[in-house]
């Protein structure tokens, strides 16, 4: 046979799971997209069509929904750890498992008053409204000795309307562009964040607590950084976050510019004082990079960010 | 000729304008997405291939962007007024004009306390993230006479996790459904509804405090009906907007049922307690009405809500 | 009660069907996308919460499948015609049906010659690549007594690379285009024509043939168009069906001018004769008409190409 | 700073570009979508905001342009060497450049005879429509002295209506799938292959052809193996390519199992003998696997195929 095989995965991906859990009249919901991948001893499902070392791809996904009874879902990084440790501990040639989740939050529907004291607060918090800002997403990976996991989000578009500036770069033959002193800066951020967490020994993070914090440092930096270029404003949001947050060792972003441009309105006889932008859609100047606590080593794949 | 041209209309499409207000060092943002249809005496630009009567569609783009900075936006439904009514009355060979407007919200960055006094509150007022979740909607209608003005949303994913029932239905020899005393009820709300505002001669409503209310009253109708079916909710959801909203004479919704499916977690030694659903794409129960004040007549097209 | 229920429509949308029939060792496939709404005297359903007239969506959605193995799938459009009896006049409540239907087609896949000698040419008459060109797409209506069948496509994307001019137009203070006298015309096309097929006593036309047939006219039409706008196209397109296909008296496009600009070559010092082009996403010219044989009444609703 | 740099690129992402060549009458197309993404001594554009060794994303999207008309289009692979050569060797601060193009096809609208005659059949072959099927993608990376070119495809949807099974499967206790013995087994495929050419003194490869024919040895063996798994028919498929490329040392495969699911018609007493499916869309199996040439080094990144 003059082939051979290398890297390969399989699993359930996609399963979408919605946890509704009751604390009287109020309830809570977690809703998931789950995507399992599994790697081990399985060139025989490849070369011989033997199936023997194969746990279906159904039975991942029926995993999915029994651990969401059984073990309830803290977090979507809790919730990962326990079907990777699952996958990897209880089928003998499965060595790897890779769990990818996607997190949508929702918000609870205010009700009206009159209703609130007709029929009691506690009756009507089961009611909620999808946020569709950004998506959370977590990886988690599981070699039955090592974990790692990195989280992020993707999707959330975000503007600073001035404190951006472009100039000084390189004019070649092709160069055409006019310098910037005050343009708008758009991006649809894509960020990823490797936990220093790897062991059972270690204490885990507090997967929602991290979340929220890095989500708040990484704006922060954003709006509060008077840019020169993207790639700056990139840099200073992955800084912020690993200056702040301890846990955290590398960081990746992926940034679309969101062009706006200005337009021109001189042919109608009006001056355009940075007020009125054409929002474009492609091309888009695309920055992207890491950024590593010092002494800490790349993990995060280039692409990860563009999935 | 064997042939007859019927209803046409052309302009361009998905004109994307960004506006900003600078007020001292807080901006605000106005983010639109504008499209032109007019129509007319047109038939010889159909027939013949004169377009001398053919006001280009790279104009009405020139036009809405200039008319950003000529009027500011100060509503979606404003705006386009503007721009109908500049069509209509400027161009003779054009006697309908129809705006439709997609509006994406957005929400301030909060800067971090250390810096808002370092720079200063206002000096960070120029951050924000888009919202992300409904698209708010708009159509603006004009012949010369009269005003139609239809407005409303759609994307808005919204749920009740109880407080939801069916049974009682038709059993035909094709059915199987279970009856059901306690499911989860989820639609994507796309809701429709159209002002009796229709002269200039009559009170202008205000748009913006309008859109906020309608959308608060139509939730409040999802989350406070105990539900015997989609259809229910819904009639009861436009009920309430019409009863509360003077503005406003007719509603049409089209609610997708975006099915969560109980687990059937048995095999595995499980019991589901109304806990673990899957979140199911396609196929879906799709439930359309339009809703009238008594008097009205309906005008909302069969299809405006699938746009 | 202040408010009266309008037009209402319900029923399971994207049902996705896929018949397999063998012939021996050839297989031919049929894959649909099938959309019902049913309306009728369900005032109750949304105003009492009685579902007593409701069949649910659930067994619309089992029709659909138990369906396909009764009757075949001869054609969307045949199929969606059993479907819309049924309904109408199975159940005493239901006074009107409107099946949509997608259908995607499928090519088969060549294999080698060494293979075809080896096991047989039946035996490799099972494989198939998915076309991905256009969807073809149909409606029927019925409402116990007369039919309306409403058949089209969507996104065929089409291009003339010449032949193409826009000059002559109006131009006011908001113009700043510039005449073109060679220009790229390219769409994506929607359209949808009717038959005059409304009476079970009437002939039945050629569904499969009369799809081939309208498709092949109207790409031939903007072809061989030399064009002036893409209204004249679009009018030339319409026109060619009507006057080919006896069974169709109207036809409604919805037409994207997919602007492909040329790119300025000039500060590089290049001249660019008509080579080299942008293709534009946003914003689009949107150019719509329907074209009716004389005598007929216009139907096609205005949205309906937007779907 | 406790912070460090790790991995950063940039540049303009989805240039569309559209070459017309005309032949007399007779136009050819080449439609791509190009993103530019470079790596070098950029440092200080990321820490200081300084833009000295900074190309602008501007300047790359003219670049795309300029040479489309300077080189021509004779295969995206020949385009994207081209680009990424003028980058690193006319920047000094640029070490790196990696040229994504993803290719469009197109076929001609054949025109009626009446009008061929008419008009000469030089006259009409400027008429195209797009084919729609799978869209093309290649990747080229140049450091200033090894080439690394690696192309393939997405989006091409396949099917086996028969010659497939699944069975002898580990079952665990969260195991209900029934084994199969004749199943639909259908995917949408992303491949990825990685030529052998590093090096400008060798003879390169003649693209379109090894594109054509890697497509048609890919889809003979995905319709001519009979399947035990969709993991054993990657593996004949990646096999299959690199048994008749020489030209190629690895393949990668992403392939999600599109399940259609036999429908269950007992309870409407009918019998379904592999005739009537439904298609699923979520969740669904994800087989993904790198075959290499004996002797290859793995090149393709794991994520790849899923861009």
């Known amino acids: 046979m003059p082939t051979i095989l290398g890297q390969n995965q399989y699993g359930k991906a996609e399963n979408r799971v919605v946890k509704i859990t009751r604390d009287g009249g109020t309830h809570h919901i977690k809703d998931l997209n789950v995507s399992v991948a599994l790697s081990g001893d399985l060139d025989d499902v490849h070369l011989t069509g033997s199936n023997a070392h194969c746990l279906p791809t159904d039975t991942t996904k029926n995993t999915v929904y029994a651990f969401a009874k059984e073990y309830g879902i803290e977090s979507a990084e809790q919730f990962g750890i326990h079907l990777a440790r699952h996958f990897v501990t209880s089928q003998e040639p499965i060595h790897r498992a890779r ?6 939050s929702w918000e609870r529907i205010a009700t009206s008053d009159a209703n609130s004291k007709f029929i009691g607060a506690d009756d009507v918090n089961h009611s ?3 946020k569709g800002q950004e998506t959370r997403v977590t990886q988690i990976t599981y070699d039955g000795e090592r974990w790692e996991v990195i989280s992020g989000l993707k999707d959330l578009v975000v503007m600073n309307s001035t404190n951006s500036e472009f100039w000084g770069y390189i004019k070649d033959k092709y160069t055409t562009l006019q310098e910037a002193y005050d343009r708008i800066l758009a991006t649809q951020v894509s960020g990823r964040w ?3 967490w790897t062991d ?3 204490r885990m993070p507090n997967w929602e607590k991290s979340y929220e914090q890095t989500r708040k440092h990484m704006l922060q930096a954003f709006a509060e950084t008077y840019s020169y270029s993207l790639q700056q404003t990139l840099y200073q949001m992955a800084t912020r976050i690993i200056s702040h947050r301890s846990e955290i060792d590398e960081v990746r972003f992926s940034l679309p510019n969101k062009h706006h441009f200005l337009v021109d309105l001189e042919p109608f006889g009006l001056k355009n004082d940075n007020e009125v932008y054409y929002a474009a859609d492609r091309p888009y100047g ?3 990079a890491t950024v590593l606590r010092d002494g800490a080593t790349a993990q995060i794949p280039v692409d990860m960010t563009n999935l």
Request: aromatic share 16%; no cysteine.
């Open 200 to 202: 059972d020994e270690q």
């Open 194 to 196: 490797r936990f220093n």
């Open 99 to 104: 769990i990818r989740i996607e997190e949508y």
């Open 128 to 130: 909620f409204a999808r």
């Open 286 to 288: 695309l920055i992207e």
